[in-house]
């Protein structure tokens, strides 16, 4: 099946500080990925779809100037999280959509990336 | 608004059999997901259904009704490694996964 991967698995940052999230369809190309926030016992929520070349699609909540992403190819999206709060502590995940056979979808998750605030 | 609803906590008895049922009230319908999560991993995917019926994948089964909003996942012959959270994902009209918010599934010897 689609591989998706995620760079770095986890990273401890300060207070502050910018850190940056890659995320790749290894084997496929993905016009459209997905990033995904859990805390924990929670349910994956939605950040942003982000499309190949276009700006990003933000959800309600989510502040599009700390959390900026980057579609830059088919292949690669970034999700940089600016000025890191001990808030934004999370389990980070990308998806991507890969269209199988007719018109049917799967969507292959990252294996997330666990990010630790300071 | 677009609703998902699954039970919050299951728990079943190894080698046995369990349903994980999921309604939904979504925007448009493209497709059902199962999706199984381990702590502290990301979703390894499970099942599509677009059409009613049911979907067979060695131990694991999914069914879909899109007259009633209505699926579940159905697992045989249950082993330890079964444990594990459920998610129950509906894609949307505009192409976008709406989660359920789990199901954890604890396996007892």
């Known amino acids: 099946g689609a591989v998706v991967s995620q760079h770095p698995s986890w990273v401890i940052c300060k207070s502050g500080t910018s850190v940056k999230i890659e995320c790749r369809s290894l084997d496929f190309q993905a016009t459209t990925m997905f990033w995904y926030r859990q805390f924990p016992k929670q349910s994956l929520m939605l950040m942003a779809t982000s499309n190949e070349g276009s700006k990003a699609t933000y959800e309600q909540g989510v502040e599009k100037d700390k959390f900026l992403i980057n579609h830059a190819s088919l292949t690669l999206s970034t999700l940089t999280v600016t000025s890191a709060h001990p808030e934004d502590s999370s389990f980070y995940i990308c998806?991507?959509?890969?269209?199988?056979?007719?018109?049917?979808?799967?969507?292959?998750f990252g294996p997330g990336t666990r990010l630790t605030v300071t | 608004g677009q609703n998902i609803d699954q039970p919050t906590e299951m728990t079943a008895t190894e080698g046995a059999i369990v349903q994980i049922n999921c309604t939904y009230q979504t925007s448009g319908f493209n497709g059902l997901f199962w999706y199984q999560q381990h702590a502290g991993e990301a979703p390894t995917f499970l099942s599509y259904n677009v059409l009613d019926g049911l979907e067979e994948k060695g131990r694991f089964s999914s069914f879909l009704s899109r007259s009633k909003g209505y699926s579940y996942l159905l697992l045989k012959e249950l082993q330890m490694k079964d444990s594990a959270s459920y998610l129950c994902a509906v894609m949307d009209s505009n192409y976008q996964l709406i989660w359920g918010a789990g199901t954890k599934l604890i396996i007892k010897p």
């Open positions: 998806s991507a959509n890969a269209m199988t056979s007719g018109d049917s979808y799967e969507q292959y």
